[in-house]
């Protein structure tokens, strides 16, 4: 089946430009979660969303970037007035919904490479 | 605080030269232990969930076992196509962070 996709593959704005970066999640999958990943580093929690609520919004790093998710489905991640630090890879991953106290592993899609110049 | 710690940063091996990567963790209550494979370019994919201590789980020439304070995936006989950043991350109790380790890079030579 499908796995996770997201768009775009990349992007190269201007420092003090708003950029969206899109995420469709494998369908069924009520868990999603935004990772970043700079050069060389692992992997950095952003936000996770059961359905459409983000009950851990923690990994956010300024008030520049919010996300939101539709029906449960596709999110979008914004940064306002990006700045040359956000340059990364933003990583989108849906999983099963948390049961009792079983954790599902995550499946990544591949990615938007965000360029500020 | 929580914290995944992965070693070598690097890893550099013969084809057929087996190996272990090593992931050390402090967690406030282990969830979830998983592994892991990045491709350059590419997203990661998972390999293994590992639940509690003692527990081991194989995939063709991977190995993944699991103690109260360590994780190590054991590379048996590697491959050049084994070649990947390997990425460890915990899952704590009462959280829906997944805390992630910065990986071994593992290249393996014809």
């Known amino acids: 089946g499908a796995g996770v996709s997201q768009s775009p593959s990349n992007k190269v704005t201007e420092k003090g430009k708003d950029v969206e970066l899109r995420c469709d999640p494998i369908s069924g999958h009520t868990a999603l979660y935004w990772y970043r990943q700079s050069l060389g580093q692992g992997l950095e929690f952003l936000i996770y969303f059961q359905g459409n609520s983000a009950p851990d919004k923690s990994g956010l790093p300024s008030d520049r970037f919010s996300a939101e998710r539709t029906g449960g489905s596709v999110s979008t991640l914004t940064i306002q007035r990006t700045q040359q630090e956000d340059s990364a890879v933003y990583l989108c991953?849906?999983?099963?919904?948390?049961?009792?106290?079983?954790?599902?592993?995550?499946?990544f899609g591949p990615g938007t490479r965000l360029t500020v110049t | 605080e929580d914290q995944v710690t992965q070693s070598p940063e690097a890893l550099r091996l013969q084809e057929g030269e087996s190996s272990s990567l090593n992931c050390s963790y402090t967690v406030s209550g282990l969830r979830g232990l998983f592994w892991y494979r990045q491709d350059p370019g590419k997203g990661p994919e998972f390999l293994f969930t590992l639940y509690s201590a003692g527990e081991e789980k194989e995939k063709e020439r991977l190995k993944a076992t699991l103690t109260k304070k360590e994780s190590f995936l054991h590379i048996t006989a590697p491959k050049p196509e084994d070649s990947a950043t390997y990425l460890c991350a915990a899952r704590n109790t009462g959280g829906f962070k997944t805390i992630f380790g910065a990986g071994t890079r593992l290249f393996v030579k014809a």
């Open positions: 991953a849906s999983s099963l919904l948390l049961a009792g106290v079983v954790p599902y592993e995550q499946y």
